[in-house]
């Protein structure tokens, strides 16, 4: 497997987060493989969060959840915060985002490096 570009990974989360903000499920789609899913952990899940297979599906559930969400850096990669408490961590290793994993569960989060920009 290719080793990830944090340069070409920021600007993929970069344009989902625009496009989950402006509404635009067309522009997430086309930012996601054709088989990328959507996974939950069991806090995500207790907030509503459902798992996604297919981009048509993951685009919906992105534009639902994330536009609220604000860039960070989740164990130095590119990734999104969502109040409260919860994170996306993408996987694109050669190209379109093959998965996204939202995590709420206080378990997973307290081993997850998360840092905001300023």
């Known amino acids: ?4 570009d944090p340069a070409r990974l920021r600007s993929a989360v970069d344009a ?20 990328a899913v959507l996974r939950a952990d069991p ?7 459902r798992p996604a297979h297919g981009a048509p599906a993951v685009a919906r ?13 989740v164990d130095g990669a590119p990734g ?5 408490s919860a994170i996306y961590v993408f996987t694109a290793p050669a ?5 996204v994993d939202v995590l709420a569960d206080p378990s997973h989060l307290s081993h997850r490096t ?5």
């Open 1 to 4: 497997m290719p080793a990830p």
């Open 16 to 35: 989902v987060l625009a496009a989950a903000r402006s509404g635009d499920t067309a522009a997430l789609r086309s930012l996601l493989d054709p088989d």
């Open 43 to 49: 806090g995500a899940a207790r907030r509503g969060v």
């Open 61 to 73: 559930a992105l534009a639902a959840r994330a536009a609220t969400a604000r860039p960070a850096l």
């Open 80 to 84: 999104l915060l969502a109040a409260p």
């Open 95 to 99: 190209g379109p985002i093959t998965s």
């Open 114 to 118: 998360i840092a905001v920009p300023a």
